[in-house]
């Protein structure tokens, strides 16, 4: 029988990870598992306990959204931990992605039984993260998504989203893929392992956890008129099929800032905002051994 050591984020999930984490912790303890809470104090200590819980043996489960997820997962790639997803956020995209049900009555059995499976992390300077990275008007709307207190879920996004927009003026980036350089002006460029970031958007409808490569999606320079259209088309990933919207792929991708300094632009990953660019993402094959259908 399984032990667990739960690793919540109790800023972020609020009611949300203790109305899953509750009835999910009794099914099983019911079934004779052993299950421990860990509530973070930040990013590091839940990293930290992350891997101490690995090491002793325990199955470790981040319980939040994507950036909670992506911090414990990101923490036990490459270890052989095994890693289990309580999809308690606002995004939970890369649970999204790998099938993981939300309700305690569908995902004890899976936590309970399931087999491991490997899939792919990214080397994002340096930090493994899992969903993407990401740099242009979805890491402006990621960050005034976080910033924003009066509004939760999609609707943070979609003001985050509208009120970067109306600012953007497009970037001049220079992007490598496994060593080819490409110069581009656009609204954004997205390293993807998993296909949905930002609150269930496809971004990337063809990418794969588990096939060794990052879907590189840009969104070249258009009015900003017909990029309201590709923000609709999102929801389904039909955008890829626009002349505006270029897709590539590679296990290392490189972004960075083009033409005259003094311009910075942050990269999200998993949700955060881990820094400006530059930025190299490298995929990480079979890294995460995780708990999914």
């Known amino acids: 029988m399984r032990a667990f050591t739960a690793i919540v984020n109790p800023a972020a999930g609020g009611p949300a990870s203790a109305s899953c984490l509750i009835p999910l912790s009794r099914l099983l303890r019911e079934a004779g598992a052993e299950v421990h809470v860990e509530y973070s104090r930040g990013m590091v200590h839940a990293a930290d306990v992350a891997r101490a819980a690995a090491e002793a043996g325990r199955v470790v489960l981040g319980v939040g959204g994507d950036g909670m997820v992506g911090c414990v997962g990101g923490a036990l790639a490459g270890t052989g931990a095994v890693f ?39 080397d994002a300077n340096g930090t493994p993260v899992l969903g993407s990275v990401y740099a242009g008007v979805d890491a402006v709307a990621n960050d005034n998504a976080n910033r924003t207190r009066l509004l939760r879920g999609s609707a943070a996004y979609y003001v985050g989203a509208l009120r970067a927009i109306i600012t953007w003026r497009p970037a001049d980036y220079l992007i490598g893929v496994d060593g080819a350089e490409y110069r581009r002006e656009g609204y954004t460029v997205v390293a993807a392992n998993s296909g949905y970031y930002g609150f269930g958007k496809h971004i990337a409808p063809d990418a794969r956890v588990d096939d060794g490569l990052l879907d590189v999606v840009l969104i070249r320079k258009a009015p900003k008129t017909l990029f309201f259209s590709v923000m609709r088309e ?60």
């Open 84 to 122: 289990g997803i309580v999809p308690a956020g606002r995004g939970n995209d890369f649970a999204r992605q790998l099938g993981v049900p939300s309700g305690a009555a569908a995902l004890a059995p899976l936590l309970l039984d399931g087999e491991p499976r490997a899939v792919d992390a990214i």
């Open 234 to 293: 999102l929801a389904d990933g039909t955008h890829v099929r626009r002349p505006e919207v270029e897709v590539m792929r590679g296990r290392e991708v490189r972004i960075e800032l083009a033409g005259p300094s003094g311009r910075t632009l942050p990269y999200g990953a998993d949700g955060e905002l881990p820094g400006v660019l530059p930025v190299t993402a490298r995929v990480m094959p079979g890294a995460l051994r995780v708990l999914a259908p």
